[in-house]
């Protein structure tokens, strides 16, 4: 069954962030995270992400564990990772971050979900939003080695990126072709075991 396979992938340091980023998927993640931490500080984890985006403080919730536990943590993107998803992306320990050769990775700025609200809270909302963008540029503008301005620049509106335009920009390190002609002659063999190549 499905749990069943899960349940083998967690035994094998894999997770999956499939869908979009809220509560109770952060909690599940970040809680297997520090799991895997405690039951083995050295070995690799492998976070698979094919994920729209979703909530910031639940996506930030994720990198932080990332950065957190002591195992390197991969992260693949598989299918797409768009905003917070691109954050978690940028995340993974710097030359394991992967994308498959059709992955999309987009960023954009964080949005506010208040808009509906009175003008002191929405003046707060606005004033918070601006923090977290701010915080969420610097991290990008760090990690992928960008100046601050060009960062801030390019999330203005939504920027799609393929598998090698993401590398180019300094997303991910990897694109999963190269990762794939390096062992199409060797015998088969499961990821992770293929990703400690690198």
Partial sequence: TWVDLYNVMYRERTLFLGQEIRC??????????????IEDGISDIFLFINSPGG????????FDTMQTVTPDIYTICLGIAA???SFILLGGEPTKRIAFPHARIMLHQPASAYYRARTPEFLLEVEELHKVREMITRVYAVRTGKPFWVVSEDMERD???SADEAKAYG?????????????CDTDPVWFPEM????
């Fill in 159 to 161: 920027v799609f990126m």
């Fill in 171 to 183: 997303l991910v390190d990897i694109v999963g072709d190269e990762m794939i002609d390096k062992h």
């Fill in 55 to 62: 909530w910031l403080i639940s996506g930030m919730a994720i």
């Fill in 195 to 198: 990703f400690k190549d690198w």
């Fill in 83 to 85: 905003s917070m998803a």
């Fill in 24 to 37: 109770e998927i952060t909690n599940h993640i970040t809680g297997l995270m520090v799991y895997l931490s």
